[in-house]
């Protein structure tokens, strides 16, 4: 089974950082999601899709993003219910994406060129939940372009080729 989500959109507010009692940090934030088609009268539809992070992860789009500010969320979805105090019959749910990965969805050029860059921000890091961390500061990407790495296919004379269907082992 499958439950894989990736979301790339805009914060609608900046991100708040909050504790748990026992001192795990947690941020909840809300991402707006274009959708690819426009209605009859030419708007946009969007929607507005709620991200939880835990541990690193919050720390790291509390620190990094801000309202406006494109973002890369990998997930899963996870759906919740919680009985309302006020009707005691009434069950809700919802439905949140958990993050496990983000990322800058944006360059910081292109964030500085829409006003959506913070002077503390930095170009492109990434933080992968699932990873070991050897230190709480996000490992950055350098500006310069590496040149692109020679492929070398080897000796392919090992290889028999194979004439026909008749003659694949299966």
Known sequence: ????????????????????????????ITVAVDRNYSSQNGERQTDFITVVAWRQTAEFISRYFAKGRMIIVEGNL???????????????????????????GETKAAAQASGNY????????????????????PQFAPQQSAPAPTVSFGDLGDFEEVIGDGDLPF
């Open 1 to 28: 089974m499958l439950n894989k989500v990736i979301l790339m959109g805009r914060l609608t507010a900046d991100p708040e950082l909050r504790q748990t009692p026992t001192g795990v940090s947690t941020c909840q």
């Open 78 to 104: 996870r759906t919740r219910t919680y009985d309302d105090k006020r009707y005691p019959d009434v069950r809700h749910y919802v439905t949140e994406v958990y993050a496990d990965n983000v990322q800058f």
């Open 118 to 137: 913070a002077p503390q921000q930095f170009a492109q890091p990434q933080y992968n939940q699932s990873q070991p961390v050897q230190n709480s500061q």
